[in-house]
């Protein structure tokens, strides 16, 4: 033992004799397969290494793993007995299988080991985030087999989410296991074998843009300011799953987006904020979001998209950012003024008219108020009312007190809905921060062409794994 494990010739050498002793002699290899085959049953470490190794050797020996299967292929066919007994092993699994789905204990069990490392997994082809069950390893060598499939793997397969670990990477790292390989799910897998170009292939033009700085840094309220149309639709919550779902059509109203950017002051500060609430009518009382909002960063993304996004090209912006609002109060002020002073000594009487005048504008202005708000509570049927007991969100109320300058912004108040169906560019205009080129939408001409459907499932992968 000794001079096998020190002498490298020695141990050649007797593997040498080993192995054409294992060819020639008959008994001696029909005496070490009963040894093998004992071992491997009472030897429990022994048979979970063979089956480790075995597992391994399949996965990475892809001329391994084309001879198991021709010979799991042949042998099903010529094999009579071997064919009724993987029949009858399958016929059992699927009554195992169908008995213990009636168990929500070993379905729920089931599910969670399905989504357990999440959708994490990108095919290299359509660019969705899928589960594990959902996708296949990718090997280039496997479509090797024609020159038409060869073709099209060539053009289909990308390494763009592939990740290769360096220095910046933790140790251990946790984008090996998703990311580590290349990843295909079984549709384009199918395609591709069958000589076809998958119609969700990147190369399809659904490569997605990537999101510049300029965009990435607005959140939720900065980029329905920017966007050209404003989409609304009914969310109502689902009873089961604790998601929500669409009620009704969706509606895409024009934004009056030069109009919103004159309303937001001008600060060349980085991180100077408005408080703003998004209204869908400034005589509504409840707003839809109030958050946070930096001007700066509203007017570059606003440039840049004048710059790069073709639907924006023909805006024009007022480059002073002069408010038009305050400009018009601070006239008005000033003729008031100097009609004070003119008039100062006519005194009481027209005084007293001016005021009477007043008083009777702001009450017709106050009932109008008031029956637009009924009619837009009768709208909602009920629904979503503040009452003078209790306000629609009674925290906010409560902030709101110690803040004065919170501007009240609608921007697709007074416009027409747009036609979804007639207006091709409706997608690009209602999310600029998806499409900062105002392209590759469903209407653009492609190669192969999709279904509506196929488009907002694969948009929606596709989405997820742009924002991250």
């Known amino acids: 033992m000794a001079k096998y494990r020190e002498s490298i010739e020695h141990r050649e050498k007797v593997k040498v004799l080993s192995v054409s002793k294992y060819r020639e002699d008959i008994q001696h290899r029909q005496r070490l397969k009963m040894m093998s085959v004992g071992k491997y049953r009472e030897d429990i470490q022994h048979r979970q290494r063979v089956k480790m190794m075995s597992v391994g050797k399949y996965r990475e020996d892809i001329h391994h793993r084309q001879r198991v299967k021709m010979m799991s292929v042949s042998k099903y066919r010529e094999s009579v007995e071997h064919r009724e007994r993987v029949m009858d092993s399958v016929r059992l699994s699927r009554k195992q299988r169908m008995e213990k789905s009636v168990d929500f204990g070993f379905v729920m069990e089931q599910f969670l080991e399905k989504v357990r490392d999440g959708p994490d997994f990108v095919c290299c082809v359509c660019h ?88 990435g ?31 009704g059509p969706v509606t895409c109203v ?122 837009h509570d009768r709208q909602q049927h009920c629904m979503f009312q503040d009452t003078c007991l209790m306000p629609v969100d009674i925290g906010q109320e409560a902030l709101d007190q110690y803040f004065d300058d919170i501007v009240n912004i609608a921007p697709a108040e007074g416009n027409s809905p747009v036609r979804m169906l007639s207006d091709w560019s409706n997608e690009a205009k209602s999310f600029p921060v998806l499409f900062p080129l105002g392209q590759k939408t469903f209407h653009d001409s492609r190669s192969y062409q999709l279904s509506i459907i196929s488009t907002i499932g694969l948009c929606t992968a596709m989405v997820v794994l742009h924002v991250m």
């Open 217 to 247: 840094c607005l959140n939720s309220i900065e980029q329905h300011l920017i966007a050209l149309h404003s989409p609304f639709m009914k969310m109502l919550a689902l009873p089961k799953g604790g998601q929500n779902g669409v009620h």
């Open 128 to 215: 969705r985030l899928l589960f594990r069950n959902q996708v296949l390893s990718c090997v280039r060598e496997v479509y090797g087999r024609s020159l038409a499939t060869a073709g099209i793997a060539d053009e289909c397969i990308c390494e763009k989410y592939l990740h290769r670990c360096n220095d910046q990477c933790v140790v251990p790292c946790q984008l090996v296991l998703c990311r580590g390989q290349l990843w295909i799910c079984h549709t384009c897998y199918r395609k591709i074998s069958a000589g076809e170009m998958p119609a969700e292939c990147w190369s399809n033009n659904l490569d997605v843009d990537p999101v510049p700085p300029e965009l």
């Open 254 to 375: 024009p934004a009056n987006i030069t109009q919103t950017s004159n309303v937001l002051l001008r600060s060349s500060m980085e991180g100077s904020l408005v408080q703003v609430k998004l209204k869908h009518k400034l005589t509504y009382k409840e707003h839809y979001e109030y958050q946070f909002v930096d001007p700066l960063h509203v007017r570059q993304a606003l440039e840049y998209l004048k710059r790069t996004n073709v639907h924006y090209r023909e805006i024009e912006f007022n480059e002073e950012w002069i408010n038009e609002f305050c400009r018009q109060e601070d006239g008005d002020r000033e003729e008031a003024g100097s009609a004070s002073e003119d008039e100062a000594g006519t005194g009481s009487e027209v005084a007293g008219q001016v005021v009477e005048k007043a008083e009777v504008d702001d009450l017709a202005e106050s009932a109008d108020i008031a029956q637009d708000e009924m009619l």
